[in-house]
Every structure is written in structure tokens, then in C-alpha cells.
């Protein structure tokens, strides 16, 4: 592949992309996060540039530790406590996520975080809902809600409740979040025989900071149909001298299984789960053809989006517009939207989207390759 037919970053914008894993408390507009934070009373953001707040938020991360990562959310969680500020957050998301291309997300959040200001657990649903509706209205995106119990906290089964009696509104599954370390998925087995016994979809956080044995759990125990991150099923595969893998019982289930994989590559380096995005283990897992996902994980914490994400991939692995392709078409594969939607959506969006871009690049490189063969001397 020449570089003239290699996606860049603009044109990456334009891609129809899919969208696994996001953090709506993750994801917010510096700006915003100053305005909430002022009509909240909220005094305890280190500055209120939004330039200088963005930055923040990046510089202070120790790149090596999910909770230090984690603990950044104590700002935005802080100003998400108000039916309004809910509705505004989702709006701005789905405009965001839009403006990237992206064509459909699941967005997820913890409700049980926004309760400080007395809001009950569905006005605080509710509220999401209606943003993610206002966002997304005329705009090329459909954007579905996970609803997220805390790992550490013990309400996992009021929390899957509440998705059940939101999954007709817009709300497509359950998932747990927090510090792997000490909190395993088992700890909330009742929560995920609620949701399957609602035949509802389940998505654990698992495998990022902690290894198999999560994933095991999540996947055997609690009913997993995708992993958040997932990143530690390569501590399963033995790589040898000659390049060639062997796998282990665990991710040979895994990969038999198609148990999606929503890899954060950007956010991994950032808590130390990979030492830097050519060091991924995302290249390896896609050419052992698990199936791969790309995803953000938290825009502003991480200071990326997917359209990003993805020119890092192509910049460290030298992918093409197939290569992107086969990762998005993955994600709506894995979604929990309804089958039939996600097929119209492959086959309407994704799939004419990407071969109008592949004629694009074909159509500049023998542009190119023309331009150069009229200049070569006699």
C-alpha cells in the first residue's frame, strides 16, 4: 500500500465508525466541565481556562495506574449531580461523537454516582436518555446507553433493575466498571443472572489492570457477551521465536466464541496496560483474527477521539482501509442494538461509506502515479 492510499487522519473523520466503549463522565467539553462546575458551586477544579483544564487533565494522569486514572473523575462526576447537566453532558456527546463520523456508540455510565443532589436513579436515566436523543437528533448517529454498577459498590442488582425497566427507551445493556484489584465480577453474580434471566446483554470490564482470572470470570460466571478492554487475554498466548502463537484454553474460547474484544489502545498506555501504542497487543490479537474493536474509553481523560484512534493504529501498523474496516464492522457485529438495525446499518452506511472512501484513495493514487510517469524524461 503506498502512503497516498493510507488513511489519514482527515480522512478518517469521514469513515462511518463504530463505537463500543465510551465513558459519557469521561468524555465531556473542558468548557463545560467550567460552566457546570460554576452553576454547581463546585470550587474544585485546579483552573477554569479551558485550554489550561483540557491539559490538566492529560498532564496529571501517572501513565501507569487505573486508579490514578479513575481518580480524575471526581471532577466531572462532581458537576453531573442535576436532571439538566445529565441532559447536557449526553447532548454534547452524541454531537461530538457525530461530528467524528462515528455512526453509532454505546455510551455507558454509572447512575449510582449522580444521586448527590437528590435525583433518584431513574431521573437520572432519564435524563441521559433525553440528551442522547436531543444529540442525536439530525444528526448521522444512533446512539444506544449501557447502564454500569460499581464493582466496589453493592448495588450492582438495583443498578441491573434499572436497566431492565430503561432497555425499551434506549437503554441496550448492563455492565460493572471500576478497580479490577480485589473486586472481582463474581462479587456480583446475582446482578448478572437478573439481567440474563431478562434475556438482556452483558458487557463486564475486565482484563485492563488485572489478568485471566477476571476474564474467566466474566466470561464463564457472569455471562459475558463482550469484554471492556479484555486487553489481558494476551498474557493466555505464548508468541515464539518464529512469529508463530499458541493459545491457551482461555483465548481459545475466547476467539472460538467471537467474544468481542473493546480495545482502548490509547487509554491503555495511559494506566500503564500497554507501554505505548506500538506495543499494543492489538496488532497481534487482530492478525490472530480475535474479534477486535477499537474504542476511546474516555475522550477528555485521554485526550483522543476514535478518528484518532484509529490514525495512531495506522501510524504504528501500517493499516489500511480494509484494516479499518474489518475493526468497524466488528464493533456493529457486537453491538446490542437490534439485529436488524445493525444490519441495515453495515450494509446502508458502513460498507458504502468505506468503498467510497477506498475509490477515493485508488482514485489519488493513480492520480498521482499518472502525474509522476508525465514527468519522467524521454
Known amino acids: 500500500m503506498s502512503m497516498s492510499d493510507r488513511p489519514t487522519l482527515d480522512t478518517l473523520r469521514l469513515a462511518p465508525k463504530v463505537l463500543l466503549h465510551d465513558h459519557l463522565d469521561g468524555g465531556l467539553r473542558p468548557q463545560t466541565v467550567i460552566e457546570l462546575a460554576a452553576e454547581a458551586g463546585y470550587h474544585g477544579l485546579p483552573t477554569t481556562d479551558a485550554g489550561d483544564l483540557a491539559g490538566w487533565f492529560t498532564r496529571s494522569e501517572a501513565r501507569s495506574s487505573l486508579d ?5 473523575f471526581q471532577h466531572t462526576v462532581a458537576v453531573m449531580q442535576t436532571e439538566g447537566a445529565l441532559r447536557r453532558v ?44 436531543e444529540g442525536s437528533g439530525g444528526r448521522r448517529i444512533t446512539v444506544g446507553v449501557l447502564v454500569t454498577a460499581m464493582r466496589h459498590a453493592a448495588r450492582s442488582v438495583e443498578i441491573a433493575e434499572l436497566a431492565l425497566r430503561h432497555r425499551d427507551e434506549g437503554v441496550v445493556g448492563f455492565d460493572i466498571a471500576g478497580s479490577e484489584a480485589g473486586f472481582p465480577p463474581t462479587r456480583h453474580l446475582d446482578a448478572f443472572r437478573l439481567i440474563a434471566q431478562g434475556n438482556f446483554h452483558i458487557t463486564i470490564h475486565a482484563g485492563e489492570a488485572f489478568g485471566l482470572p477476571s476474564i474467566w470470570e466474566a466470561i464463564q460466571f457472569c455471562g459475558a457477551e463482550r469484554l471492556g478492554h479484555g486487553v489481558r487475554i494476551v498474557d493466555d498466548i505464548v508468541v515464539g521465536a518464529d512469529g508463530g502463537a499458541e493459545l491457551g484454553r482461555l483465548a481459545s474460547f475466547v476467539r472460538d466464541r467471537r467474544v468481542a474484544l473493546e480495545l482502548c489502545p490509547t487509554s491503555n498506555v495511559d494506566t500503564g496496560a500497554a507501554p505505548s501504542i506500538k506495543e499494543h497487543p492489538i496488532d497481534l490479537l487482530k492478525r490472530l483474527r480475535f474479534r477486535v474493536t477499537v474504542n476511546t474509553d474516555n475522550r477528555l481523560m485521554s485526550d483522543i477521539t476514535l478518528s484518532r484512534e484509529f490514525a495512531g493504529l495506522v501510524d504504528a501498523f501500517g493499516y489500511g482501509w480494509d484494516d479499518v474496516e474489518w475493526m468497524t464492522i466488528n464493533a456493529m457485529k457486537s453491538a446490542f442494538w437490534p439485529f436488524e438495525e445493525r444490519l441495515k446499518i453495515i450494509n446502508g452506511i458502513i460498507k458504502p461509506g468505506f468503498a467510497a472512501l477506498k475509490w477515493d484513495a485508488t482514485n489519488a ?14
Open 68 to 72: 490514578l486514572y479513575l481518580g480524575r
Open 90 to 133: 449526553a447532548a454534547e456527546c452524541a454531537e461530538d461523537l457525530a461530528a467524528d463520523g462515528v455512526v453509532y456508540a454505546e455510551v455507558r455510565f454509572a447512575p449510582e454516582l449522580h444521586l448527590e443532589a437528590g435525583l433518584t436513579l431513574d431521573q437520572v436515566v432519564n435524563a441521559v436518555l433525553a440528551g442522547v436523543a
Open 365 to 378: 493514487t493513480n492520480a498521482t502515479n499518472a502525474t509522476d510517469a508525465a514527468h519522467v524524461p524521454a
